[in-house]
């Protein structure tokens, strides 16, 4: 049987990247699904046909207003989460949702914690926290010890675990590259030593890290 992962998502970009790491672990047996208030990464879904359920997760949390707006309807939001999540775990038998964004984060968490669901947080690797309004960040933080979060490098990692974070929850996913089989290899190229200059004695070495 895979591994059923739940993607829940309020951000606006595309997140093609996220997609195409999706599209590998899916060789792998995994199988992904999205619930979502924005289209955006809804397409991206569809083009790989995988389910798709445009749900409602609060305004954007841009401004102190629409914090508050989000807080006094919070109680609702999360009561029909839980519900449809109590679906889901019944029809689909979700082992894992991914949170990509505070709104989710905040209101998707403890309900499928309740549920006994597995909730793991992608921290954006350009997130600067300490420029977080203090409520949201508040409510930020009674939430983060009840999922696991990815990070993409130690930078991140080391603002999660100064601003009081668990490092044990904390888990870092490096970014890398996947080369083609038949994408011509530079570093090869600039190393080979041929009749025009045999006299060549060094290597030329390339390495992706995180900066």
């Known amino acids: 049987m895979p591994t059923k992962i739940l993607v829940i998502n309020s951000l606006a970009d595309k997140n093609s990247r996220l997609t195409a790491i999706f599209k590998e ?3 792998k047996n995994f199988s992904f699904s999205l619930w979502s208030s924005k289209n955006s990464l809804s397409d991206q879904f569809k083009k790989n046909h995988w389910p798709v359920k445009k749900i409602f997760l609060g305004p954007d949390l841009k401004n102190r207003t629409n914090i508050l707006f989000f807080i006094f309807i919070s109680l609702f939001i999360q009561l029909k989460l839980l519900f449809s999540l109590i679906s889901l775990r019944i029809k689909r038998r979700v082992d894992l949702i991914i949170c990509l964004n505070f709104n989710e984060k905040i ?4 309900p499928a914690k309740l549920l006994g669901v597995k909730v793991v947080w992608l921290e954006a690797p350009d997130l600067n926290y300490r420029q977080i309004d203090k409520l949201l960040f508040w409510l930020y933080k009674i939430n983060h010890s009840l999922a696991e979060m990815i990070a993409f490098d130690g930078c991140a990692k080391s ?22 089989p038949y994408q011509e290899n530079i570093f090869n190229k600039l190393a080979s030593i041929n009749q025009a200059n045999f006299h060549r004695k060094y290597f030329t070495v390339g390495a992706i890290a995180s900066l």
């Open 25 to 27: 672990l899916e060789q």
């Open 159 to 180: 603002q999660l675990v100064n601003l009081g974070y668990k490092e044990n929850k904390i888990k870092i996913i490096a970014p890398g590259a996947k080369l083609s």
């Open 107 to 110: 209101m998707v968490t403890g």
